[in-house]
């Protein structure tokens, strides 16, 4: 599918105010490739389409599950907030003929992050949190950050605030979080003390 097309069908599957998101996550992803060097057509597409699974119904992810062979882990089993982020490859793959891993990781992991991220992974996860569109407390440091080449800190602050979002909530922490944040804090305390 081209960019129209895959517009196209995403305002199909999406109530405005999520496309809108999706635009503005595509656009942001653009600014970050072009910053950090990364392949700006992958970050516009990654974007556009990371949340395509975001509002599937029961019976559509039953759907997927089955038709794509998804094997969900403890943790996103009922859980769309985490879900939706893994099944999304899958309709990424198969609904929009993406065939490119590097597009695919970064859909799958974009909620939770994961250890050894790649650079596309990173950009798309930051994209989510600080595009225009977003508003919570503290976003102008993320994007501050991130738009001044601390990507890794940027990372590193989104983690543990999400941590402590979900620990304030008394939900189970999904440990890709922990492993993502403490691989990073890890490789940069290393650096910092060299
Ligand atoms: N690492 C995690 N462990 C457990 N739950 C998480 C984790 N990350 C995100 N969540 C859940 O996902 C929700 C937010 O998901 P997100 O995709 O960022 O939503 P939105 O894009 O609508 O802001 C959080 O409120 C939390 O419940």
Request: proline share 2%.
């Amino acid at each position: 599918m081209d960019l129209k097309e895959i517009q196209k069908t995403l305002k199909e599957m999406l109530p405005e105010i999520r496309l809108k998101h999706s635009l503005n996550v595509s656009k942001c992803a653009v600014k970050l490739s072009e910053i950090y060097k990364c392949d700006k057509e992958q970050a516009e597409i990654a974007g556009l389409v990371h949340d395509c699974a975001k509002y599937f119904t029961d019976e559509q992810i039953e759907d997927c599950i089955e038709k794509f062979n998804i094997e969900l882990d403890p943790l996103e089993v009922n859980n769309i907030a985490l879900s939706h982020s893994v099944i999304g490859s899958y309709v990424a793959q198969y609904v929009f003929n993406i065939n490119d891993d590097e597009i695919i990781n970064a859909i799958k992991y974009h909620t939770t992050g994961k250890e050894n991220m790649s650079l596309l992974e990173k950009i798309i996860y930051m994209s989510d949190l600080i595009e225009e569109g977003r508003n919570f407390p503290r976003v102008e440091e993320l994007r501050e950050l991130t738009y001044s080449g601390k990507l890794d800190e940027a990372l590193i602050l989104s983690f543990n605030n999400t941590i402590k979002f979900v620990i304030d909530n008394n939900q189970l922490i999904h440990p890709r979080t922990v492993k993502a944040r403490n691989y990073i804090l890890g490789k940069l305390t290393l650096r910092s003390s060299n």
